[in-house]
């Protein structure tokens, strides 16, 4: 049997916990009208909402009833000194099939729009992924009024092909190919006037909705048919409150905005469709006014930007809100970023290649492979030199004309509490969207053409969005700073599924040296264990 169970506990000096049971299972699917194998969690797809407050505990003992070893990831969670939940293989032993195993994690000092899905194999092809929200906490005042109801919105590109199927396309040295449609929340209405509406509205009420492209490859552009989008939350940071007709949401990232109910009360359409594509793909998702006729909605879909200029232009107007209260280290925008010293600049390229006749993708000439022992466990076993090797890549790129990718396990030292500078450049002809775990990050600049330290004329200094994710234009860099401060071993990724799954990422140990809890907790008692670490002794606890 099927079932979910949801505990909130409460203990005098403790934040509160909630509890969760998730059984991962295979179950068929037909978002597109062609049934496939799914991946569904609890009979969902896609899976369940978690819906949080900041300084939860979470823990959620998930149930491995694939025939396959599963993993999830809780992207934009920081984790705070608990690497061990990442949910990655640099990290995690992935869940063994027919096993279990419990994440245990608080969202520390956080609030905003998240999501979680599967990081192994190509399971998120087939679903496991699903929204998760960190309000505030009801002492901390937020720069709006409480909208009549909230609403997460997944939205993503979407394949046919069982994702057995598109690994063995990868592993064969091919490439995806292209989506055969776009989904929101698991569907796309096919606008016959018999679609259920995703969501109701009451005239006159203002909603929040939490949009996020949950998708494998593809940026999408949203919009709601004749209703402006106020923008209040991005990644877990307040923004300034701009006003727009459509988004481009890149994938990995989640936009919070509010959406008035005050236009004729009927059905309308909310659209998502792929940007930076030959062929545009259109999903569609239906919205009714409590009051409104049933098959309403007009078949005139309003019209996606062309071209990336518009949404480069679109991020500049993207502003951190300085003045709102949030749950966060440095209330009131007082942490002047761009008044700290940068004690380190990685210049990362990304690449697309062939090595041995099949298709890889790299980072500054490495194109990852993950390890049989997670990174972090061979860390903190003692036997790190047995399983990798530090800084296999430098921090700027091979010299011009150095082409030769090698396949390695890529692994950046990074010295504890520095202050870096990111730089993210995209010689592609395609878009490239980033990730890294265990962090949030001042996305300070994108623009077009090569970086250059006097690129840094154009930072934002003042007012950058504090983030999880960045997307990078064809031909084009991105440039993020931050405080590594945050120890244990983080993942930092092309949300692009098919680069990430073929190499496209990298992990960034920072250690402390002082092994103390203070900075790190210890391996947690029920971690599972793989590899050479599996039948070592237990290594002594860190203290305080």
């Known amino acids: 049997m099927i079932f979910v169970m949801l505990i909130v506990k409460v203990v005098v000096g403790e934040d509160p916990y909630l509890y969760f049971t998730w059984k991962v299972t295979y179950g068929t699917i037909s978002p597109l009208g062609i049934p496939q194998q799914g991946i569904l969690i609890n009979g969902k797809f896609p899976g369940p909402n978690i819906n949080s407050t900041t300084n939860n505990n979470i823990?959620?003992?998930?149930?491995?009833?694939?025939?396959?070893?599963?993993?999830?990831?809780?992207?934009?969670?920081?984790?705070?000194?608990?690497?061990?939940?990442?949910?990655?293989?640099?990290?995690?032993?992935?869940?063994?099939p027919g096993k279990n195993f419990t994440y245990r994690f608080q969202v520390k000092d956080q609030i905003g729009s998240y999501i979680y899905y599967p990081t192994t194999a190509m399971h998120k092809a087939a679903g496991g992924f699903g929204g998760l929200r960190v309000n505030s906490r009801l002492l901390i005042p937020v720069p709006y009024a409480d909208p009549e109801d909230d609403y997460t919105v997944?939205?993503?590109?979407?394949?046919?092909?069982?994702?057995?199927?598109?690994?063995?396309?990868l592993d064969s040295g091919r490439s995806l190919g292209r989506p055969q449609g776009v989904l929101l929340n698991g569907k796309s209405a096919k606008g016959n006037g018999k679609d259920k509406p995703l969501f109701t509205m009451k005239p006159g009420k203002t909603y929040k909705y939490r949009i996020c492209n949950v998708g494998l490859k593809t940026s999408l552009?949203?919009?709601?048919?004749?209703?402006?989008?106020?923008?209040?939350?991005?990644?877990?940071?307040?923004?300034?409150?701009?006003?727009?007709?459509?988004?481009?949401?890149?994938?990995?990232?989640?936009?919070?905005?509010?959406?008035t109910a005050d236009k004729e009360p009927k059905e309308y359409y909310m659209v998502a469709s792929t940007r930076f594509t030959k062929k545009v793909l259109t999903g569609k998702g239906i919205?009714?006014?409590?009051?409104?006729?049933?098959?309403?909605a007009s078949p005139n879909i309003p019209e996606a930007p062309v071209g990336w200029a518009w949404s480069l232009n679109q991020f500049r107007t993207f502003r951190w809100n300085l003045t709102a209260s949030a749950a966060r280290p440095n209330p009131q925008g007082s942490y002047h970023y761009g008044k700290i010293n940068i004690t380190r600049t990685i210049k990362l390229v990304n690449s697309r290649s062939r090595v041995n006749g099949k298709l890889r993708y790299a980072i500054n000439g490495v194109s990852h492979l993950d390890p049989i022992t997670p990174f972090k466990l061979a860390e903190y076993y003692g036997v790190a030199n047995k399983v990798f090797k530090y800084d296999t890549i430098r921090d700027n790129p091979p010299a011009k004309g150095a082409n030769k990718v090698i396949e390695a396990a890529n692994v950046v030292n990074q010295t504890f509490?520095?202050?870096?500078?990111?730089?993210?450049?995209?010689?592609?002809?395609?878009?490239?969207?980033?990730?890294?775990?265990?962090y949030s990050f001042f996305a300070v600049s994108i623009e077009p053409g090569r970086w250059s330290p006097e690129r840094r004329r154009n930072y934002n200094l003042l007012d950058a969005v504090s983030r999880h994710t960045i997307q990078v234009f064809p031909k084009s860099y991105a440039a993020v700073m931050l405080t590594f401060d945050n120890a244990g071993m983080w993942n930092l990724r092309s949300e692009l599924t098919e680069n990430r799954y073929l190499g496209q990422q990298l992990y960034i140990s920072v250690l402390s040296p002082a092994r103390s809890l203070r900075d790190e907790y210890n391996i947690p008692d029920n971690a599972l264990l793989c590899g050479l670490i599996k039948d070592l002794p237990m290594p002594p606890p860190y203290s305080v």
């Open 59 to 96: 823990v959620i003992n998930v149930f491995n009833r694939l025939d396959e070893p599963f993993l999830l990831t809780w992207s934009g969670i920081q984790q705070r000194k608990n690497a061990w939940q990442d949910g990655v293989l640099g990290t995690n032993c992935p869940i063994p």
């Open 154 to 169: 997944l939205i993503g590109d979407w394949y046919t092909k069982s994702h057995s199927s598109l690994r063995k396309f």
């Open 221 to 259: 552009n949203f919009r709601i048919q004749g209703h402006p989008m106020k923008l209040v939350e991005m990644e877990g940071s307040h923004t300034v409150q701009n006003t727009y007709d459509s988004l481009d949401v890149h994938v990995g990232q989640c936009f919070s905005v509010l959406v």
């Open 287 to 296: 919205i009714r006014y409590t009051n409104g006729r049933k098959g309403s």
């Open 417 to 438: 509490r520095n202050f870096v500078e990111i730089i993210f450049e995209n010689h592609e002809k395609s878009m490239q969207s980033w990730h890294l775990a265990g």
